[in-house]
């Protein structure tokens, strides 16, 4: 079964220093999307992306975090200037369609930041 | 406001037992709703949803869960659970067509079973 894969699994950072996330979602796949869950709280949504532009975001995804679809294969979330407060698990998910289909996620990265 | 709400943080069951994890909802109207797992390491994965018509509906490793809309609720079920069953248990409600992918997520509840 095709799957959503996530690099690295575990990345540790300096604050105030950038970091990218990558996914690679389900080739078929057209619609993006980053949720994260700092440790003991809800997974949220961060963002969703389709046809190389945010859908919609939420208030969390503030302007030190971006999207881009590089390439024809890969999805990234990049914080320009990590704090604390980042450290989480980010998953990547994807999905077929805009309405009534599943989420797929990856197994996650966990970001530290020191 | 809407919420989802997962009762039980953590539940313990003896392994061929019976498993039900508790989900409500806050919301308007009828949500879709869905129930993931995430075993140790691993991402979410998908154990069923609920989007219109039959009420119970079976998923994958033998789950299905139960909508009731007089009670805003979507339980999920299984009535043997194996040792391979101890994960985390997410109930997720995607509010409207508008917001697609903006799913609200449960708090988890963590399931370990005991032979």
């Known amino acids: 079964e095709p799957e959503v894969t996530q690099t690295p699994s575990h990345q540790v950072t300096q604050m105030g220093q950038e970091v990218i996330l990558r996914c690679v979602p389900i080739s078929n796949h057209l619609y993006f999307y980053w949720y994260r869950q700092i440790l003991g709280q809800k997974v949220e949504f961060l963002v969703s992306f389709y046809n190389n532009e945010i859908s919609e975001k939420s208030e969390i995804f503030d302007d030190q975090f971006s999207v881009e679809r590089p390439d024809g294969s890969n999805f990234t979330l990049k914080i320009r200037s990590t704090k604390l407060e980042d450290s989480a698990m980010y998953f990547c998910?994807?999905?077929?369609?805009?309405?009534?289909?599943?989420?797929?996620f990856g197994n996650g990265t966990r970001l530290t930041v020191t | 406001a809407q919420s989802v709400t997962q009762p039980d943080i953590h539940i313990t069951v003896s392994e061929g037992a019976s498993l039900e994890l508790r989900c409500n909802y806050s919301?308007?109207?009828?949500?879709?709703l869905f129930w993931y797992v995430q075993s140790p390491g691993q991402g979410l994965q998908l154990l069923l949803k609920?989007?219109?018509?039959?009420?119970l509906v079976q998923g994958i490793k033998g789950f299905e869960a139960e909508f009731k809309r007089s009670q805003s609720s979507f339980n999920l079920r299984k009535p043997s659970v194996h040792w391979s069953d101890a994960a985390e248990y997410f109930c997720a409600v995607a509010l409207s067509t508008d917001s697609w992918g903006k799913f609200q997520f449960g708090a988890g509840t963590q399931v370990v079973v005991t032979p």
């Open positions: 609920y989007f219109s018509g039959d009420t």
């Open positions: 919301y308007g109207a009828t949500p879709y």
């Open positions: 998910a994807s999905s077929d369609e805009l309405n009534n289909s599943p989420l797929h």
